[in-house]
């Protein structure tokens, strides 16, 4: 059995070392499989898994909205890869290198930059590369310095803090200038991440205006900004439209056909012309490659992705196999040449377990098999007891895609410890009213102890020194 590793570089290598670079879905599944298939050979040291992570958890990145929103604690919505992961090797850190031809990995730790040996070198014989994606920005001025995105649970709690932080500002400031920018959230991009965080954060703060004496539901300005004519594209157009017609009739303000032009001084400024002084602007507009892949001799597409055959191989590339955000599959079932799957978690999941089998088959001598899988559709949630829902032809609205929503990704969620979890917290909100309170100082730990000890805290001082 593999021992698991904070940032001490695996031993000598067994017979046959797997590395998988990444802790996402298709880098934790993919573990998680081969731990499964390759149980002999792991425990009598024929085989070794190795997985490279910058967190020790993956992010079930669909339950993102509802953290954000309070209907489900942090800790419930990322699965700790040490626990499921107990036959393998699991190295925290990141990727700083691949080279394929020599078959080695220059991984930095949490350590490197405190015992001054620098990266380490992991040596493999397979390589499953899956670093996933990272949020695709655009030159826009001022969104480096005032934006926020919505992949992980630290932006999605910092985010669920930050607008209840603005609704106090707002409820004591004797500033009307402040007050409207505090009370105005812009969010851009009208795909999943966007729409579904907006919705869920919007119900929250609806909810919580009622606890402020001078702050009322409709003081409160939300405003999506989508540079498409649609919305949620994956549940279809007519489906796209009712989420339209339902956030315009909460009182949410959705832009079409419109771009971010510049959000310097907290103002965002659109391309229809319209500017908003605003303390909140949300960026989910759309994702890209992880950066690691500029960093490998592996062949990649236009758009930054690992060119893959339809077995999840890399192509031209013995040894190397790919899959998710970072992969460009062919769809076998689109019925057009150069058609590719699309980067989601209905793939990702299904193609970690082709990829694992595989290359289980690869290494024992076995014929591979095609990655084949039709899109079964798509669910979205619109706040509490609303939503959308497109799956198998059929179109749903309201509360029962709310609903359809909720029990897909309970039955989606790995482990039965967390769907256990996540269904009791759901029952217990059912019975009690919403929890409103910001812990913003979770960012800050060390603030309250400065002060105390005469020292001014200030925003950019490292918390975890």
Same mark, same amino acid.
């Given at each position: 059995?593999?021992?698991?590793?904070?940032?001490t570089?695996?031993?000598?290598?067994p017979?046959?070392?797997?590395?998988?670079?990444?802790?996402?879905?298709?880098?934790?599944?993919?573990?998680?499989?081969?731990?499964?298939?390759?149980?002999?050979?792991?425990?009598?040291?024929?085989?070794?898994?190795?997985?490279?992570?910058?967190?020790?958890?993956?992010?079930?990145?669909?339950?993102?909205?509802?953290?954000?929103?309070?209907? &489900?604690?942090?800790?419930?919505?990322?699965?700790?890869?040490?626990?499921?992961l107990?036959?393998?090797?699991?190295?925290?850190?990141?990727?700083?290198?691949?080279?394929?031809?020599?078959?080695?990995?220059?991984?930095?730790?949490?350590?490197?930059?405190?015992?001054?040996?620098?990266?380490?070198?992991?040596?493999?014989?397979?390589?499953?590369?899956?670093?996933?994606?990272?949020?695709?920005?655009?030159?826009?001025?001022?969104?480096?310095?005032?934006?926020?995105?919505?992949?992980?649970?630290?932006?999605?709690?910092?985010?669920?803090?930050?607008?209840?932080?603005?609704?106090?500002?707002?409820?004591?400031?004797?500033?009307?200038?402040?007050?409207?920018?505090?009370?105005?959230?812009?969010?851009?991009?009208?795909?999943?991440?966007?729409?579904?965080?907006?919705?869920?954060?919007?119900?929250?703060?609806?909810?919580?205006?009622?606890?402020?004496?001078?702050?009322?539901?409709?003081?409160?300005?939300?405003?999506?900004?989508?540079?498409?004519?649609?919305?949620?594209?994956?549940?279809?157009?007519?489906?796209?439209?009712?989420?339209?017609?339902?956030?315009?009739g909460?009182?949410?303000?959705?832009?079409?056909?419109?771009?971010?032009?510049?959000?310097?001084?907290?103002?965002?400024?659109?391309?229809?012309?319209s500017?908003?002084?605003?303390?909140?602007?949300?960026?989910?507009?759309?994702?890209?490659?992880?950066?690691?892949?500029?960093?490998?001799?592996?062949?990649?597409?236009?758009?930054?992705?690992?060119?893959?055959?339809?077995?999840?191989? &890399?192509?031209a590339?013995?040894?190397?196999?790919?899959?998710?955000?970072?992969?460009?599959?062919?769809?076998?079932?689109?019925?057009?040449?150069?058609?590719?799957?699309?980067?989601?978690?209905?793939?990702?999941?299904?193609?970690a377990?082709?990829?694992?089998?595989?290359?289980?088959?690869? &290494?024992?001598?076995?014929?591979?098999?095609?990655?084949?899988?039709?899109?079964?559709?798509?669910?979205?949630?619109?706040?509490?007891?609303?939503?959308?829902?497109?799956?198998?032809?059929?179109?749903?609205?309201?509360?029962?895609?709310?609903?359809?929503?909720?029990?897909?990704?309970?039955s989606?969620?790995?482990?039965?410890?967390?769907?256990?979890?996540?269904?009791?917290?759901?029952?217990?909100?059912?019975?009690?009213?919403?929890?409103i309170?910001?812990?913003?100082s979770l960012?800050?730990?060390?603030?309250?102890?400065?002060?105390?000890?005469?020292?001014?805290?200030?925003?950019?001082?490292?918390?975890?020194?």
């Amino acid at each position: 059995m593999a021992s698991d590793s904070g940032g001490t570089p695996p031993g000598p290598p067994p017979g046959v070392r797997i590395l998988v670079v990444g802790g996402g879905y298709v880098g934790m599944y993919t573990a998680l499989r081969l731990q499964q298939k390759l149980k002999q050979r792991l425990r009598s040291g024929e085989a070794e898994i190795v997985v490279v992570t910058p967190d020790p958890y993956m992010t079930y990145q669909p339950f993102l909205p509802e953290a954000a929103a309070g209907s &489900i604690s942090p800790r419930h919505v990322v699965v700790p890869l040490r626990r499921v992961l107990k036959h393998c090797t699991l190295v925290v850190g990141e990727a700083q290198r691949i080279d394929h031809a020599k078959r080695t990995a220059t991984v930095t730790t949490l350590a490197t930059g405190e015992d001054g040996t620098g990266a380490v070198e992991i040596s493999y014989d397979e390589l499953v590369l899956a670093p996933g994606s990272v949020s695709r920005t655009l030159p826009v001025p001022g969104l480096a310095d005032h934006g926020v995105g919505f992949k992980t649970i630290e932006e999605a709690i910092g985010l669920r803090n930050h607008v209840i932080e603005q609704m106090d500002i707002a409820s004591a400031t004797r500033d009307p200038a402040i007050r409207d920018a505090a009370l105005t959230f812009v969010f851009v991009g009208g795909g999943y991440a966007g729409v579904e965080a907006l919705a869920e954060l919007e119900d929250m703060a609806r909810y919580t205006s009622r606890y402020y004496h001078n702050i009322k539901a409709e003081d409160l300005k939300w405003i999506l900004v989508e540079a498409t004519g649609r919305i949620l594209p994956e549940v279809g157009e007519s489906m796209g439209r009712y989420a339209v017609r339902e956030l315009r009739g909460r009182n949410i303000d959705v832009r079409l056909d419109t771009r971010l032009e510049s959000c310097e001084d907290r103002i965002a400024v659109l391309s229809d012309g319209s500017r908003f002084p605003t303390r909140t602007l949300v960026w989910t507009a759309g994702v890209k490659p992880a950066p690691l892949l500029a960093a490998t001799d592996l062949p990649l597409d236009e758009r930054g992705r690992l060119v893959c055959t339809a077995r999840l191989t &890399i192509d031209a590339t013995e040894h190397a196999w790919a899959a998710g955000d970072a992969a460009a599959v062919p769809d076998l079932t689109a019925g057009e040449p150069g058609r590719q799957t699309a980067p989601n978690a209905q793939h990702a999941v299904r193609q970690a377990k082709v990829l694992a089998d595989n290359l289980v088959a690869a &290494i024992e001598g076995r014929p591979l098999k095609e990655y084949r899988h039709s899109y079964a559709g798509s669910v979205a949630s619109l706040g509490l007891h609303k939503g959308v829902a497109h799956v198998y032809g059929r179109k749903l609205k309201g509360y029962p895609a709310w609903l359809m929503h909720r029990m897909y990704h309970l039955s989606r969620v790995p482990t039965f410890n967390r769907k256990a979890r996540v269904l009791a917290e759901w029952t217990l909100a059912g019975l009690f009213k919403r929890e409103i309170v910001s812990l913003g100082s979770l960012e800050h730990p060390r603030a309250e102890f400065q002060i105390a000890a005469g020292k001014r805290p200030r925003p950019d001082d490292d918390d975890c020194q």
